[in-house]
């Protein structure tokens, strides 16, 4: 395939916010459809990707001619919830807890691409779980694939991302394709100060007490932030430009801390846990701990401690969370810190899954060009939906065609 073509094309299954959509996008890959079941994430989705087709609906009611839409597609990536993996009991393929990686895998036998790549949490590959994670393996592969062995753990710290976060990656070839390799670790480290050191203090402006933007102009110093503020040039991003506001700093809405809250938060050392509240106060010149999504209302609904601003007496905020999940400045969570946090914290870092996609590029043999076509973004009502408003507004319209 030579860089004269089209672009490789490409399907995102459990998709949340797109950090694998992103990711694979910058690798260059056309995200041409996406799935997510949460009517929320998905109209966030919708926003960040107006050329891809979101699809809000069950997983398991989807078959592959709706995803693929009349095209030889060339990789599917996705993370399955894995509550089936870590559950006590037996351990077994088609334990409807399991369903959805095997649904996952219907998808892969049903469209048929050319590469596959599955996302997941690095338990899979210990204890019981791991035993299943074999089965998932020997199952795909009496159907016509390869899975790279032996597959790997990779830590987003390793690839760029200023945080320490290992997930297993599943690399996945049809058996008439090159086999891709796992992606080289990059050199160096990029610390939490350079990832978010540019943000100013959000509890100087009042208004985010209210509202989660603010007109603000940036002045980025490291070449993390300003690749992620579009002001240098990133040489080995091809996603498609954005038309958006740099002026305008997003998703940063204030959180009410007491007074003897801000006074904790002042006393804990860098890089140690604040003792009643057990959020971690981030090291400046260190990197962030894993950024996680909490529970969801199933399980209590509970958020998943934030780390305390390094400069701040506060938690970080989720630009700044963004910031040290190599989300660029464009991109847009939920207007609330509920569901940002979440989708922040259920997303892959685009810069490690950047990097991974772009071993299957080169697998491909395609040689990826920047793209000229600048890209609107979405309509913001998309980012200020409740569920219920989401659902009522959102799914119908996205189970089947994009929302501009």
């Known amino acids: 395939?030579?860089?004269?073509?089209?672009?490789?094309?490409a399907i995102d299954l459990f998709c949340g916010a797109g950090g694998l959509s992103l990711g694979i996008e910058q690798a260059g890959f056309d995200v041409i459809s996406a799935v997510e079941v949460d009517p929320v994430h998905a109209a966030v989705h919708s926003y960040n990707f107006p050329k891809c087709n979101t699809i809000c609906g069950d997983i398991t009611e989807l078959h592959g001619l709706e995803l693929s839409r009349g095209h030889e597609i060339d990789l599917i990536v996705g993370g399955p919830p894995c509550q089936g993996f870590s559950l006590i009991g037996k351990r077994d393929i088609n334990d409807p807890r399991n369903d959805l990686v095997a649904q996952f895998m219907?998808?892969?036998?049903?469209?048929?691409?050319?590469y596959f790549i599955m996302e997941n949490v690095?338990?899979?590959?210990?204890?019981d779980a791991k035993s299943l994670l074999e089965k998932v393996i020997s199952d795909i592969e009496t159907s016509g694939y390869h899975v790279v062995q032996p597959y790997k753990v990779l830590n987003a710290n390793d690839y760029g991302v200023p945080q320490s976060r290992k997930r297993l990656f599943l690399l996945g070839y049809r058996d008439d394709q090159n086999a891709p390799v796992y992606p080289a670790k990059v050199p160096g480290s990029v610390t939490v100060m350079d990832a978010i050191g540019d943000l100013p203090n959000i509890d100087d402006f009042d208004v985010l007490n209210e509202h989660d933007s603010v007109v603000f102009d940036l002045s980025p110093v490291s070449a993390y932030a300003k690749k992620l503020h579009g002001v240098l040039v990133d040489e080995t991003d091809y996603s498609y430009p954005r038309k958006w506001s740099r002026n305008v700093l997003t998703g940063s809405m204030r959180t009410q801390h007491t007074d003897k809250s801000i006074e904790r938060f002042a006393s804990t050392e860098l890089g140690k846990v604040e003792p009643i509240s057990r959020f971690l106060k981030l090291d400046p010149l260190g990197q962030?701990?894993?950024?996680?999504?909490?529970?969801?209302?199933?399980r209590g609904a509970y958020t998943?401690?934030?780390?305390?601003?390094?400069?701040?007496?506060?938690?970080?905020?989720?630009?700044?969370a963004e910031r040290l999940h190599s989300f660029p400045d464009w991109f847009r969570m939920h207007s609330?810190?509920?569901?940002?946090?979440?989708e922040v914290g259920n997303s892959v870092p685009p810069l490690l899954a950047?990097?991974?996609?772009?071993?299957?590029?080169?697998?491909?043999?395609?040689?990826?060009?920047k793209p000229s076509e600048v890209v609107c973004l979405g309509d913001e009502r998309l980012l200020y939906f409740n569920t219920t408003t989401a659902t009522e507004h959102i799914k119908a319209a996205l189970r089947y065609e994009q929302v501009w």
């Open 106 to 114: 219907r998808l892969i036998k049903e469209i048929r691409p050319k």
């Open 354 to 369: 950047r990097a991974v996609a772009s071993q299957v590029l080169s697998a491909l043999g395609y040689v990826p060009e």
């Open 304 to 320: 998943s401690p934030r780390p305390i601003h390094p400069r701040d007496n506060r938690c970080i905020s989720v630009r700044e």
């Open 122 to 127: 690095s338990g899979l590959t210990v204890g």
């Open 336 to 342: 609330t810190k509920w569901h940002g946090f979440r």
């Open 288 to 298: 962030c701990n894993t950024l996680r999504a909490g529970t969801d209302k199933s």
């Open 1 to 9: 395939m030579s860089n004269t073509q089209q672009r490789p094309k």
